[in-house]
């Protein structure tokens, strides 16, 4: 487990983590979401004691990360896969690293045959592709089999084989009962293995919530209606003061009103209905939604309406 309470980073005048606080349960995979610059990596070193907060604390199986005395069999993270020098060979690497904990060598050759590099263990790393090494890195995190992991962007450089395979990884260890901590950018991948969600925006804590819920809760009260007769549709349901939104020829979004009103409101008018659903968001566009105020960089093309998108 994970615990972070009015954690802080301050660097001179810049606030990169501002008063964060939130716990990461086992059993879960936890998603750790947010914009560049929202303060991700700095809460993830200072989960690992490689920053130290300016306020509050942090720990991780109930003790700060330094005050265990077999880290690696605590926590297993990978944060920057291209950290291992690339004279080595993947097998030397990971000797070495379990060396520091006590860690046998059959345990390496455990984990590389987990993340697939057995067939490249005597190849050096310099000569791997992205993709390889970040196998290695995550053969690194699994080294101590520990209780906890903490991986920033695994899947980067993968194929969707690869892909898959650190999707299927996680949920077995979490399933196990460990702790999993996972941030990315790639928010299909994230909605299919997170089962729970953390946003940061501006080093502030924005939501904390279970990963259903948070898409659930974005395209709540949204309807789509599809009609030959959009405009007076439209018409209609603005007289009941519904907020309508018009996509595309013969397509509306309306917010405001409940489903079963605007049936029975066409129905009245003799209006004819080819869609009314429910709209379900993604979770890409419940982040976009909950986000957007916090992002550093945006390119004017960000607020361009879509080709054939009335503005």
Do not use: C
Request: hydrophobic fraction near 40%; proline fraction near 4%; avoid cysteine.
């Amino acid at each position: 487990m994970i615990e972070a309470q009015q954690l802080s980073k301050h660097y001179g005048s810049k606030v990169a983590v501002d008063e964060v606080s939130f716990t990461v349960r086992p059993g879960l995979v936890t998603g750790f979401l947010g914009p560049n610059g929202a303060g991700k990596s700095t809460t993830m070193r200072m989960i690992l004691g490689l920053d130290r907060p300016s306020a509050g604390r942090v720990t991780v199986n109930g003790r700060p990360y330094a005050e265990h005395r077999d880290p690696l069999r605590q926590v297993g993270a990978l944060l920057e896969a291209r950290a291992v020098h690339p004279g080595r060979t993947a097998r030397n690497h990971l000797l070495a690293v379990a060396a520091t904990a006590r860690i046998g060598r059959r345990r390496v050759d455990e984990v590389l045959d987990v993340v697939g590099l057995s067939d490249v263990a005597d190849r050096r790393v310099g000569k791997f592709s992205l993709g390889m090494g970040q196998r290695l890195g995550i053969a690194t995190a699994l080294l101590g089999d520990p209780h906890t992991l903490i991986l920033d962007e695994p899947v980067n450089g993968l194929d969707p084989e690869g892909v898959r395979w650190v999707r299927l990884l996680l949920r077995r260890l979490a399933g196990e009962g460990r702790t999993v901590f996972l941030s990315s950018h790639l928010m299909s991948e994230m909605a299919v293995t997170a089962d729970h969600v953390i946003v940061v925006g501006k080093g502030r804590l924005l939501r904390d919530q279970p990963m259903a819920e948070f898409i659930a809760h974005s395209g709540a009260g949204v309807i789509r209606v599809r009609s030959p007769q959009a405009g007076d549709v439209a018409t209609a349901l603005r007289g009941e003061r519904a907020n309508v939104r018009e996509l595309d020829a013969g397509v509306l979004e309306v917010e405001g009103i409940t489903m079963e009103r605007v049936g029975e409101l066409a129905a009245r008018d003799g209006l004819t209905l080819h869609e009314l659903s429910r709209q379900e968001a993604s979770l890409e566009e419940a982040y976009m939604t909950l986000t957007g105020d916090s992002v550093d960089y945006r390119s004017r093309e960000d607020d361009r309406p879509a080709a054939g998108v009335a503005s």
